[in-house]
């Protein structure tokens, strides 16, 4: 995992400490929105927190991998090489069981922009799915 100090700038770009904002989901607090989730994944893919990815990541999604050591392997190789400078909240559509979030991720390597679609599960918001634009 990356060193991400408790008191650094959230990497989510709310303008909050880490501590305030995405780290308590990090540590186990649910997210109330779709959004939210979003924002703390963002967060978690830029501190290294593979495991965080793993447990809102919903079972139905292209990328879930059952076999967990090579999917957490994947994300911190993923989370050290790529260097993140800025998210970006293009659109929210809330909902109370689906909602999609578009956004767009600045990384020294390039840019994603994604619409990703968001499930509640049981009052646990799980990313299912996104399409790249």
């Known amino acids: 995992m990356k060193i991400l100090s408790p008191n650094s700038p959230c990497p989510c770009g709310s303008g909050l400490k880490y501590k305030k904002c995405c780290r308590p989901y990090h540590l186990g607090k649910r997210a109330s929105d779709a ?10 893919y830029a501190a ?26 994947s994300i911190l190789n993923f989370s050290r090489s790529t260097r993140f400078l800025r998210l970006t909240i293009l659109e929210y559509l809330p909902g109370d069981t689906e909602a999609f979030v578009t956004f767009q991720a600045d990384f020294g390597e390039g840019v ?6 968001f499930l509640n599960v049981n009052g646990q918001w799980l990313y299912r799915s996104g399409e790249f634009h």
Request: with cysteine.
């Open 112 to 117: 994603l922009r994604e619409k990703s679609r």
């Open 48 to 73: 290294g927190d593979a495991q965080y990815i793993i447990r809102s990541t919903h079972p139905d999604c292209t990328e879930y991998d059952s076999d967990k050591k090579r999917w957490s392997d």
């Open 35 to 44: 959004l939210t989730l979003m924002k703390s994944r963002y967060s978690a």
